[in-house]
C-alpha cells in the first residue's frame, strides 16, 4: 500500500475543462462505495478537493493502481471529454511533497495565496465525517496539514499575497477610477461571497446588492448587512448593477448571454464588468461576444497580479525546503510503522495457527531462539503472510519480544 494522487490544475489545463472534473459531497459517497466494490482490498480508502485552481484525488492503494481508479472515476462521473494529458500522477515521496505545495499555497497561481489550506482542511474534514478516509490516508492528510502550517509559519510565503476576493477588488479597482460610485450585484451567498463583500466594504464600497438561491442574511459588523434577493430578481438585478460578482455552486450558468444582452438594453448599453469566480462557471462564456460586456473567469483574474512575486518566489524556495525534509520524514516514520503493524499481523497469524499444544511447549519452554530461527527459514506460500518478509527483516531480539507478548495475552 502506497500514497498515490492524480489530478487536472491551472497548470495542465483551462477552467473549461477544470468545470467538467468536481469533485463533491454527493459524488464523493457514490465513488467510494464504487471504488470499494471494485477494487477492494486494493485500496483502502480516496478522498477528493476541489477549488478554483485544481480538482485532486488523494488515495492509499495498491502500488501504482491510481491509473485504473483514475479511468473507473472518469467512467463513473461520465467524464469523457477532457484528454489524459491534462491529468498528472504521482505516488509516494513526490505524492506527500505535492499535497503539501497545495496546501501551503506554493502550488497556487498566485503563489502564497491564504485559502487553500482552509480548503484542503474542510475537505480532509469532510473525508472523515463521511467516513470514507482510512487509517493510512488520515495520517498523510493530518501530517500535509502540520507540515503546510510549518511551511506557512516559519518563511514569508504569504508576504502581502492576495486571496481570491481579493484579486477580484484589484480587478475593479484597476477598471474603475471611483468603485465606490459603482452598484455591485453579488451572487451567491458562501463563504467567498462573504469575502468578497467585505473585501467590497472595506474599501468604501457600499452598493452592493445580493442574490441567492434561498433567502439569506449576510452581516458584516453592527452597521452593515445585506438580507439577499431570490433568483426570481436576478434579471431585474442586472439592469442595475454596473460589476457583477458571481461565486455560486451549480453546474449549468446562471448568468446567460441572452439576460445581459436584455440587461444592457435597459441600461442604454452602459458597459458592465463580469467576474465569474465559480467553477463550474456561473456565467456564460459567450458573453465575451457583447461589446459593452466585459467578463473575466478564475483563470483570468489571477493572471492579473504578481505583487511581491521575487520576494514571495524566494520565500518558496524556503518553504520547498522545509516540505521535502518533513516529507521524508513523515514517509520513514510511517514506513517503520506499517513494517512493523504488518510484521505483528503476520506474526499473530502464524501463531494462532499452532496447536495449543505446540504453544503450551513453546510457554513452557520459555526460549523462543529456535521458533525465531524456524520462522526466519520458513518459505511460505500463503499470500497473506508474505513470505513473513516483514518478520524476516525485524532483529531476533524484537521477534522474541512480540512472540513473548503474544504468549503472555494467549
Known sequence: MELQLFGINHKTSNVAEREKFIINESNQILLDSHLKN?????IESFFGISTCNRTEIYLVGKSGISEKVFYEILKKLNIN?????????????????????VASGIDSQV????????QFKTAVKNAKEYNIIGKRLSYFADKVIEIAKKARTETNIGLNSLSVSGLALKLIKNIFE?????????????SLSKSVISNLYDKGIHNIKLVNRTIKKINLNKNFEILSSSLDSLHDQLELADIVISSSITDLPIVGKGAIENALKVRKNKPILLIDLGVPRNIEDEIRDIEQAYLFSIDDIEKITQDNFGQRSIEAEKAMNIIVLESKSKL????????KDDANLQLEKFLNSLSSDEIEQFKSNGNYSNLVESIKSMNMTDEGFNNFQDIKNLDDHIIKSMIKRFFSNA
Open 38 to 42: 471494485i477494487f477492494q482490498d486494493d
Open 81 to 101: 471529454d477532457i484528454s489524459s494529458d491534462s491529468f498528472y500522477f504521482l505516488s509516494n515521496h513526490d505524492a506527500l511533497v505535492h499535497m503539501c505545495k
Open 111 to 118: 503563489l502564497g495565496e491564504q485559502e487553500i489550506l482552509g
Open 178 to 190: 471611483a468603485p465606490e460610485n459603482q452598484n455591485v450585484l453579488v451572487i451567491g451567498a458562501g
Open 332 to 339: 520513514e516514520d510511517f514506513s517503520s510503522k506499517s513494517s
